[in-house]
């Protein structure tokens, strides 16, 4: 017998418990939620021409160039010079092949963009999608009409008529003399919100459909760069795409061993799109921002404390960027981008897993800064990666001796772990610093296969949630990481959401964590068997509390055990209940997985429950995770 106090409260559960953690890897965003196709758009990257091949019927020398224009434009120095010479379609043109293909889709608009100069108003492109046999999917032309010594742009919307997971884009010159050429872009019509230049839908909606109370971004490790020059610097990624100058990401260099290091940070997607991702999904922002340490599991790069104005300057000033008015420079850069509304920002990180006393002593420089300015703010300083460890219980101790707001805790760490933890913060201080799981997964054997997000995985995360929910009063906030991940360009498993060109589907690990938050509640009620937690004893873990909203109680069950547990549940403090409960459970096999060929195998399964008089009982299947909401009446 499982008993519930519906009427005495232990905690309230802040609207921001259960959150998404967005960092560019696995390629999350160039070729993942950034739904730009063209694979190197500025010719900027490592080989100006990487993602490009030339086609030509005829070679002559020098006929196409990229130019670098050095200190002249230090943020998008190249562009390619054609040199056509009485060019007619088939004789000279460009393929892209995108970031792994491009995913094309029968009947969906494309709008093609790009930048151009030419002496003379004469340059035709003709414009090909292709598919895997080179035949023409879909096909305009696009004529540049301007002339003389100044950039201009142009742009031609067509539509597809085949779907292919990858496909590539054909330009072909016609006319004769120089043209030159940059940011060539290709971005589907039908992207998040319909924006052009936006993000990709299928991935949005499904964070959207978490209901996600807070979006951390950008990371992770390349806040950090593996090295300072390449640490992630936000006013770079704000204002005019052209203008926000690329670099390579750090989860390319951390796999040298890759045969073409192409996985870049183009800042298409920005710190304007992150909030703006936020406000779309209803979550609150949570930028997180360079400390002045380079990632210290590669590099002990730090910046002298002497220099670090300038990494504070950019904490103060990006709280202007989001919150300030028009009359305020960065207030005024946000609404020029098209958000005169302050996105209310309200938190943010500094420092990502950044450890020792160089951590502490920069982390209170920013402190001081930071609250001297903004005292409302609130800031999450981080703890680690070793939720066990000597490095973590200083890095506790120094954080809330300087009363930090939130505490992050990382935890990347075995199933067993996560079911062993389940009274973790049962024992932590109630006072003082909150707690922020900022990044956890349940790590299964790599000899799992697939993608290693099991339902072992699954499960043991579901366990260990319920022991966050039942301590909201200390954890505050949770994330499970990382989010994306592309079939054909991954460093890094498991993941929550698997996406291939085309689509995209949500592990187990994603159900539970929807679970979680779409099943959030108000305040928490204490749920006990034998008078003590529901924290493992007959591999049971539990949680339940009030949705004031809906005046609903929900209760959280795990049974880890490979047996059916009966389980009935003894409400007290309750009048009445609704004749009929809602029930939703998960269970299947511990190696079970979804895949792009079964993407539901492993997916909640809703049912009705009668309810009679204030006993309900629950029949936990084994390997099972239930929510059961039922009206308070
Ligand atoms: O989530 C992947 C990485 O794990 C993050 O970038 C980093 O913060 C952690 O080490």
Redo the contacts with the bound molecule.
């Keep these: 017998t499982l008993v519930v106090k519906a009427a005495q409260p232990t905690a309230t559960i802040q609207p921001t418990m259960w959150g998404v953690f967005f960092?560019d890897?696995n390629l999350g965003a160039d070729g993942g939620i950034y739904a730009e196709m063209v694979k190197n758009r500025s010719f900027e990257f490592f080989k100006p021409l990487m993602g490009w091949t030339v086609n030509r019927k005829k070679f002559v020398e020098g006929e196409m160039l990229v130019i670098n224009r050095g200190v002249e434009n230090t943020r998008n120095p190249r562009f390619l010079r054609v040199t056509m010479n009485n060019a007619a379609k088939g004789d000279l043109g460009l393929t892209n092949e995108g970031f792994r293909g491009m995913g094309i889709k029968k009947g969906v608009r494309y709008d093609l963009s790009l930048m151009y100069r030419q002496p003379q108003a004469q340059t035709k492109l003709h414009i090909e999608l292709i598919d895997t046999a080179k035949q023409v999917i879909g096909d305009t032309v696009l004529s540049l009409t301007e002339a003389g010594d100044n950039w201009h742009k142009a742009a031609v919307s067509f539509h597809a008529k085949e779907t292919v997971l990858k496909g590539k884009l054909n330009i072909w010159f016609e006319g004769n003399g120089t043209i030159d050429l940059d940011m060539i872009s290709l971005f589907p019509g039908d992207t998040w919100k319909n924006r052009r230049g936006g993000m990709r839908a299928d991935m949005i909606q499904l964070l959207a459909d978490m209901k996600p109370g807070f979006i951390r971004f950008p990371?992770?490790?390349?806040v950090e760069g593996f090295d300072l020059t390449n640490r992630y610097q936000w006013k770079n990624t704000v204002g005019p795409i052209e203008e926000r100058q690329l670099m390579i990401n750090r989860w390319n260099i951390e796999f040298p061993h890759r045969a073409t290091p192409d996985y870049f940070q183009t800042f298409g997607l920005g710190f304007f799109e992150y909030f703006q991702l936020a406000d779309d999904i209803g979550a609150e922002p949570l930028p997180i921002l360079n400390c002045g340490m380079a990632c210290q599991f590669n590099s002990a790069e730090v910046v002298p404390m002497q220099a670090i104005d300038p990494y504070i300057q950019d904490a103060l000033d990006l709280i202007e960027f989001a919150n300030g008015d028009v009359s305020t420079k960065w207030g005024k850069v946000r609404a020029e981008m098209g958000h005169p509304a302050p996105f209310n920002l309200k938190m943010m990180g500094i420092g990502?897993?950044n450890w020792g006393p160089q951590y502490i002593e920069r982390l209170k420089a920013f402190q001081a800064a930071i609250k001297a300015k903004y005292p409302n703010i609130k800031l999450i300083c981080s703890s680690g990666?070793d939720p066990n460890g000597e490095r973590f219980d200083y890095l506790n101790g120094e954080l809330r001796k300087m009363n930090a707001d939130f505490i992050d805790e990382?935890y990347?760490r075995k199933p067993e772990w996560f079911f062993q933890n389940a009274r973790r913060y049962d024992s932590y201080p109630r006072t003082g610093s909150k707690v922020f799981g900022g990044?956890y997964a349940s790590h299964v054997d790599k000899t799992a296969g697939g993608n290693r997000n099991t339902w072992l995985a699954a499960i043991s995360e579901a366990a260990f949630m319920t022991s966050l929910e039942r301590n909201a009063d200390v954890v505050q906030m949770a994330s499970y990481?990382?989010l994306f991940a592309h079939i054909d360009g991954w460093q890094?498993a498991p993941d929550l959401i698997w996406v291939n060109n085309l689509q995209a589907y949500g592990t187990p690990d994603y159900y539970v964590q929807k679970l979680f938050s779409l099943n959030k509640g108000s305040k928490v009620v204490p749920i006990s068997l034998n008078n003590d937690v529901v924290a493992g004893q007959d591999s049971l873990y539990a949680s339940a509390c009030i949705d004031a909203a809906t005046n609903e109680l929900i209760i959280k069950v795990v049974n880890a055990s490979d047996k059916p547990q009966n389980n009935t549940l003894q409400l007290e403090g309750v009048k009445k209940l609704a004749s009929k409960g809602k029930l939703t459970v998960m269970q299947a096999e511990l190696t079970a997985l979804n895949s792009f060929d079964s993407p539901t195998n492993v997916v909640p399964v809703e049912s009705t429950i009668t309810i009679k008089g204030k006993k309900i009982t629950l029949n936990n299947s084994p390997y099972s995770f239930s929510v059961l909401r039922v009206k308070l009446e």
């Design positions: 960092e890897i990371g992770g490790c390349i990502n897993e990666t990382h990347y990044e990481a990382p890094w």
